[in-house]
């Protein structure tokens, strides 16, 4: 018993195939077989259809069934960057990733420092050098005068991105709701976390799949929003923070507005750490 494989149109236009927008070829072929199983056909297909096509990678091949002892094949060739996949997990294996991006900001009303001053004129009133707000920015005048609205200043986000594989006994219906419920509260973590200082990692997801077959094995995947710890943190006044951990939250108290040099301004008289955010240990509750 054999089985033949035949590209469906041969010469020029079979070699160069059907091409798409996106480095993508396709190319058709008749099988012919007596009697032979699909199996045995996607053996022979495998083994009679190239596995390259100029620099495509062949990455699928489909069958379709079309009577007595014939079958069609369509091998489908893809940009060896569109057809490599990173290799499956084992079971306990992590893989780590970072992803930043933008679209985050917060209103700032002071820089670091005050670089240079230039006023129109040589008008004084406009002058803040020299004095405690000279580090204000987003100054602009209003029907009442002059008030300091700050400046869209860019965080960004930090996310890092966590896949492992848990078998079957690994995985309870506690172990899920748990985790799903840390997801929901965003918990942070309380205590040092591969290399993640306390404080520093929140969960934002977690997702888990059953990888298929009876292994029972499930892919699981989360994401945490990374915040640095900070010390130091001087907010004016002669107020400083000592210590603020990456995920809590500053809260800064100002004083009644005063004018300097016709700008209304307000001093900061007390700053305040909090923390809203359960804390939890992720080495415990992941298992990683």
């Known amino acids: 018993m054999t089985i033949s494989v035949e590209e469906k149109l041969p ?10 927008d996106n480095d993508g070829v396709e190319w058709e072929y008749h099988i012919h ?15 009679g259809i190239p596995e390259t096509y100029q620099d495509l990678i062949r990455s699928n091949i489909l069958l379709v ?3 007595p002892n014939l079958w069609s094949a369509t091998a489908e060739y893809e940009a ?54 000279e580090r204000l920015m987003g100054i602009s005048s209003t029907k009442d005068g002059w008030e300091v609205e700050g400046v869209d200043w860019d965080t960004g986000a930090i996310e890092i991105f966590v896949e492992t594989v848990k078998s079957g006994a690994q995985i309870s219906a506690g172990y899920l709701v748990t985790l799903a419920t840390y ?22 997801t977690f ?31 002669g107020l400083v923070v000592p210590e603020k951990q990456g995920h809590d939250r500053l809260d800064v108290q100002f004083q009644s507005r ?27 509750a992941l298992g990683i």
């Open 80 to 133: 060896p960057s569109r057809f490599t996949t990173l290799p499956k997990l084992s079971v306990d294996q992590v893989r780590w990733g970072i992803r930043t991006g933008g679209g985050e900001s917060v209103k700032r009303t002071y820089s670091d420092a005050l670089i240079s001053e230039t006023t129109a004129g040589g008008a004084a009133v406009f002058s803040l050098a020299g004095q405690p707000e």
């Open 207 to 237: 997702n888990d799949r059953h990888r298929g077959g009876t292994s029972g094995d499930r892919d699981i995947d989360m994401s945490f929003s990374f915040e640095p710890n900070l010390t130091n943190i001087n907010v004016g006044n």
């Open 183 to 204: 997801a929901k509260l965003r918990v942070v973590n309380s205590a040092i976390w591969n290399g993640f200082a306390i404080g520093t990692l929140k969960l934002v």
């Open 258 to 284: 005063r004018s300097t040099n016709g700008l209304p301004t307000s001093v900061p008289v007390r700053v305040a750490v909090h923390r809203d955010r359960p804390r939890v240990d992720f080495a415990t």
């Open 65 to 67: 069934e079309r009577g």
């Open 11 to 20: 010469g020029i236009q079979s070699r160069d195939g059907t091409s798409d």
């Open 33 to 47: 077989t007596e009697g032979e199983d699909e199996a045995s056909v996607r053996a022979a297909a495998k083994a």
